[in-house]
Nanobody
Framework: QLQASGGGLVQPGDSLRLSCAPS??????????MAWFRQAPGKEREFVAG????????YHADSVKGRFAISRDNAKNTVYLQMNSLKLEDTAVYYC???????????????WGQGTQVTVSS
């Protein structure tokens, strides 16, 4: 239902911007909070960032605060994750997700993207 893109192979200190939009004719009904999660090899999926329907409320995990920024463009039905100063430990598959109502740091989202790989390597 959601299509995530923008992942790739980068070096430490580089930047990437991930995008997430509904695939096909899927429409995310308002109000829908959206979020990014990530899962590194051998680890559980973890919350990275979330944004409310109107963009007025944003949460970022402590591990990415100051480096990553979530944003959204409702006219394009798209959410973004700007990732700066990437570190080796940011390597993971990144998933976007959407849910009606408020942002949740848990995985209780209604729709998920297929994931996009981000690899940070020197």
């Amino acid at each position: 239902q959601l299509q995530a893109s923008g992942g790739g192979l980068v070096q430490p200190g580089d930047s990437l911007r991930l995008s997430c939009a509904p695939s096909g004719r899927t429409f995310i009904s308002a109000p829908a909070a959206m979020a990014w999660f990530r899962q590194a090899p051998g680890k559980e999926r973890e919350f990275v960032a979330g944004i409310s329907w109107n963009g007025g409320i944003k949460y970022h995990a402590d591990s990415v605060k100051g480096r990553f920024a979530i944003s959204r463009d409702n006219a394009k039905n798209t959410v973004y994750l700007q990732m700066n100063s990437l570190k080796l430990e940011d390597t993971a598959v990144y998933y976007c997700a959407a849910r009606r109502g408020n942002i949740s740091r848990r995985q209780n989202y209604d729709a998920w993207g297929q994931g996009t790989q981000v690899t940070v390597s020197s």
